[in-house]
């Protein structure tokens, strides 16, 4: 296989098992008022992603680190024409990662609001922004022969911010899953049904993301020309009524396990439709940066092929003994000690 393409696959996936991974604690940051109202909820949802919320954004800095390496102009790009909204992403990250940390470390009533607020805010701002960002790429740039011509508020168009409704719905439902199949009784209960109440939200911002994407963008393209390919979004379907059907049989697992089937195949959806474009123009297609004309050497490419096949399965093995260790369910202690995990 052409290495360009194989990269352009990677990337792709990269990019949506980070969103699977890192969703679930962005929902359940989104929704920690929510479902935590007391102090020993809100504990109780810190010690289900105090194990696993770093490991999670490897997968972050797996892409990242993909794109710079195997396409250095799209990564150039980006910091470029988006360096505002990455900005955030990046204070976003730092906040989140210092709030789960530090929340533990007092209990003084000051320092909680701080940084509960901050789980909750840094959380929402994440899931947004990476919609708006992955919109904004589906729908193209304004990008010509003399540069960039949008700005930050530019971004923020329809089709980007219904983008981003749909990340934070999705990410919501599968925090709440999450947070319903890491804890017991009552509060688990809580957190399944707050699940299926967004539920429908999610399915409604799906079905108007892809009417929105078809009439839109440049997407529907590859799918016509190859309708196989159609199984992606159909499955995507699937697995989101899976969802569903999980919730209504207080099955946690079951709709968790369809949640990141459903996160995954939505992502690969637009990925798809988006080849071989990585930062289309819509203003000019022919200066639009592809897996071809963007790529690093095919020498740089190997040796990457030769990295990614050895130390990717060292990534996966490693998190899977996290989840394995961490598998108990946590019990809501009214008294929870200093720590979060």
């Known amino acids: 296989m052409n290495l360009q393409i194989l990269w352009f696959m990677l990337w792709g996936v990269l990019w949506a098992a980070y969103f699977m991974l890192d969703g679930f604690d962005l929902g359940a940051g989104i929704l920690y008022g929510v479902l935590g109202r007391t102090p020993a909820e809100r504990a109780a949802i810190r010690k289900t992603l105090g194990p696993v919320w770093d490991g ?11 794109t710079f390496a195997a396409f250095p102009a799209v990564y150039a790009s980006m910091f470029s024409f988006l360096y505002s909204a990455l900005l955030l992403v990046l204070f976003a990250l730092i906040f989140r990662g210092a709030a789960l940390e530090f929340r533990a470390k007092s209990d003084g009533a000051a320092w ?9 805010i840094a959380s929402l701002l994440l899931a947004l ?33 219904l983008t981003g409704l749909l990340f934070v719905l999705m990410f919501t439902v599968h925090g709440a899953l999450w947070v319903g199949l890491k ?13 299926g109440s967004l539920w429908y939200g999610e399915a409604g911002a799906a079905a108007a993301f892809l009417a929105a994407t078809y009439f839109g963008t440049g997407l529907a393209a590859n799918y016509l020309k190859h309708p196989i390919w159609l199984i992606v979004p159909v499955l995507a379907a699937a697995f989101l009524g899976g969802v569903k059907w999980g919730v209504g049989q207080a099955k946690a697992g079951v709709a ?14 637009g990925i798809i439709g988006l080849f071989p474009n990585l930062i289309p123009s819509r203003l000019d297609p022919a200066v639009s940066l592809t897996a071809f004309n963007s790529s690093s050497s095919p020498y740089t490419l190997k040796i990457m092929t030769v990295v990614a096949l050895v130390f990717v399965p060292i990534v996966i093995a490693y998190q899977v003994w996290i989840y394995r260790v961490f598998r108990r369910r946590t019990p809501i202690l009214e008294s929870p000690n200093s720590h979060d995990y």
Do not use: C
């Open 56 to 66: 999670n954004e490897v997968w972050l800095i797996t892409a990242g680190g993909a």
């Open 112 to 120: 909680a609001k701080i940084w509960d607020a901050s789980i909750t």
């Open 129 to 161: 922004l990476f919609g708006v960002a992955f919109g904004n790429i589906f729908r193209g740039l304004p990008v010509d022969a003399q540069g960039y011509h949008g700005t930050f508020f530019s971004l923020l168009n329809p089709y980007g911010l």
């Open 183 to 195: 804890t017991e009784g009552e509060f688990s209960r809580r957190a399944l049904r707050t699940a």
């Open 256 to 269: 968790f396990a369809a949640s990141s089937a459903a996160i995954v195949l939505v992502t690969l959806t």
